[in-house]
C-alpha cells in the first residue's frame, strides 16, 4: 500500500499557493509534482514574513475539515493528476502498489469512533489553550487543535483500526524514513492504550535520508530529473564502448534507461537502511565497482555463454568435471543464496542481497576467465561449465528482480 498525505494544513498552504501562481487545472494536469511543489514552496515563504497566510491557510483546512467548501472536488482533481505522475515514475523502478490509500480518509468526520473510544476510555484532557491531548509514554500527545481539526497521528491512530478492520493483518509494516520515529512511537503508544488487539505486530521500518537533495525552500532534485540524468549517463557510455551489443538507434534509450534505473537503485540499497548518504550520480553510474551497470554487465556476460552455437549444457551436474579451484569456489559461492535471502527477509535489509551478488559476480568472473567454455575440447566438460554458468546467472537474475532490476541480455 502507498499511503499518501493529502491532508492536513500544508494542503490550505498550497491553496493560497495555487492561487498565487493563477494555477489552471491543465496547467496542474501537465506537470503535477513539479508545478504543485512550486506552489507550495511560494507559499511557504510568503508565510515566513507573513503571519496572516499561515491563518488563512489552518483557516481553510478547517473549511476542508468540516465539509464546508468546494475545495475538496478540485482538491481530487489534483490528486489524481499527482498519483498518475507518480505512477509512471514507479514504473521505470519497477515498482507497482496493490493499492494506493489517502490520509483524507481520515478526516475528522471518519474519525468520531476512535475519538469517542478514548473518551469512552478517559484518556483525553484539554489543555488552557482549548487542544486536547493524551498522555503517552509520560508526554501530552495532541490529539485535536484547538479549533477542532485533526492532527497527523490522530488520522494514523484511525487508520490503524481501519487496516484491521479491512485486512485482518498478521503484522503491518511503516516504511517510513528515520526522522518520524518519535511520531511511530506515539502512535504505537496510543494503539496500546485503546487496547488495539495487534500492537505488538505494528512495527516502524525505518529507512535514512538521500542528504541534499530537498528542502521546503524550493532547493530540489526531482526524482524524474535523476533517472533522466542517469539514462543519459548511461547512453553516452554505450556510446563509447566498442563492446556495445545492441543497436543503439533503435534500442539505446530503452536500455539505457534501464541501465540508469539499475544504478541509481543499487546505489541506494547497497548501503544499510538507515544510513544515510549524500547522492552522487557520476559514482552510482560508474562502469567498474560495485554498481548497477556492473550487474547488468555481467549478466549480460552469462547470457551470451549460453548463446553459443553447437554448446549443449548439461541436464544434471558432475562434480567430477568441475574440480578446478574457480569452479568449486564459484559454487560454495552459489550455496550460499538461500541463507542470504533469509537473512535479507529476517532484518529486512537489501543490502545483504547487494553485497552477496557483488561476492558472486567476482566468483563468476574470476571462475569466466579461467574455465573456458567456447573453446574446450572435452564436450562433457564443456556442457558441465555453460551448467555452471547458466545456474549462477539464474541466481544473479533473480537477486536483481528481488532488488526491484530488470536483467538484460544485450548491453
Not at 500492537?199 to 521500518?205: A, E, I
Not at 534501464?258 to 553510474?285: C, H, M, P, Q, W
Not at 555481467?298 to 551436474?317: D, S, Y
Not at 566438460?381 to 555453460?386: D, K
Request: charged share 25%; glycine share 4%.
Amino acid at each position: 500500500m502507498n499511503y499518501l498525505g493529502d491532508w492536513g494544513t500544508q494542503f490550505g498552504l498550497l491553496k493560497i499557493g495555487m492561487e498565487l501562481n493563477k494555477l489552471s487545472v491543465d496547467e496542474i494536469k501537465s506537470n503535477p509534482i513539479t508545478q504543485l511543489f512550486n506552489a507550495y514552496v511560494k507559499a511557504n515563504q510568503l508565510a515566513a514574513t507573513d503571519p496572516n497566510v499561515s491563518e488563512k491557510a489552518r483557516n481553510i483546512f478547517c473549511q476542508l475539515e468540516n465539509g464546508e467548501t468546494t475545495d475538496l472536488e478540485d482538491w481530487m482533481e489534483c490528486r489524481k493528476f499527482t498519483v498518475e505522475e507518480l505512477k509512471r515514475m514507479y514504473k521505470r523502478l519497477g515498482i507497482e502498489f496493490d493499492e494506493y490509500a489517502w490520509e483524507s480518509e481520515y478526516r475528522k468526520t471518519n474519525i468520531e469512533k476512535v475519538i469517542n473510544l478514548m473518551n469512552e476510555l478517559q484518556l483525553l484532557q484539554v489543555t488552557s489553550d482549548g487542544k486536547t491531548t493524551m498522555n503517552v509514554h509520560d508526554k501530552p500527545i495532541p490529539i485535536l487543535k484547538s479549533d477542532g481539526t485533526t492532527l497527523y497521528v490522530t488520522r494514523d491512530v484511525a487508520a490503524v483500526f481501519s487496516r484491521y478492520e479491512k485486512y485482518r493483518f498478521d503484522e503491518m509494516m511503516y516504511v517510513v524514513e528515520n526522522g518520524q520515529h518519535d511520531h511511530f512511537n506515539s502512535l504505537f503508544g496510543i494503539a496500546k492504550l485503546l487496547h488495539f488487539p495487534k500492537v505488538d505486530q505494528l512495527r516502524h521500518v525505518k529507512f535514512g535520508r538521500i542528504s541534499k537533495m530537498s528542502t521546503r525552500k524550493g532547493n530540489v532534485v526531482f526524482l524524474k530529473d535523476v533517472l533522466d540524468d542517469a539514462q543519459e549517463l548511461a547512453l553516452e557510455t554505450m556510446e563509447h564502448d566498442k563492446d556495445t551489443k545492441i543497436d543503439i538507434a533503435s534500442m539505446g534509450q530503452t536500455v539505457a534507461d534501464i541501465l540508469g534505473t539499475s544504478s541509481v537503485i543499487i546505489n541506494d540499497l547497497k548501503l544499510k537502511r538507515s544510513a544515510t548518504y549524500e547522492f552522487d550520480l557520476e559514482k552510482a553510474s560508474k562502469v567498474v565497482g560495485d554498481t548497477g551497470y556492473n550487474l547488468q554487465y555481467t549478466h549480460c556476460r552469462l547470457c551470451r555463454l549460453e548463446e553459443i552455437p553447437g554448446v549443449k549444457m548439461a541436464a544434471h551436474c558432475n562434480p567430477t568435471l568441475l574440480q578446478e579451484p574457480e569452479a568449486v569456489n564459484l559454487i560454495y559461492s552459489m550455496a550460499k543464496a538461500p541463507d542470504i535471502l533469509k537473512e535479507a527477509k529476517d532484518s529486512l535489509e537489501a543490502h545483504r542481497i547487494v553485497h552477496y551478488t557483488f561476492q558472486l559476480c567476482k566468483a563468476i568472473n574470476k571462475a569466466h576467465r579461467s574455465l573456458n567454455v567456447k573453446n574446450e575440447s572435452n564436450s562433457k566438460v564443456q556442457e558441465q561449465r555453460l551448467l555452471l554458468f547458466a545456474t549462477a546467472r539464474s541466481i544473479v537474475n533473480k537477486n536483481m528482480r528481488i532488488l526491484g532490476l530488470q536483467p538484460l541480455e544485450r548491453m
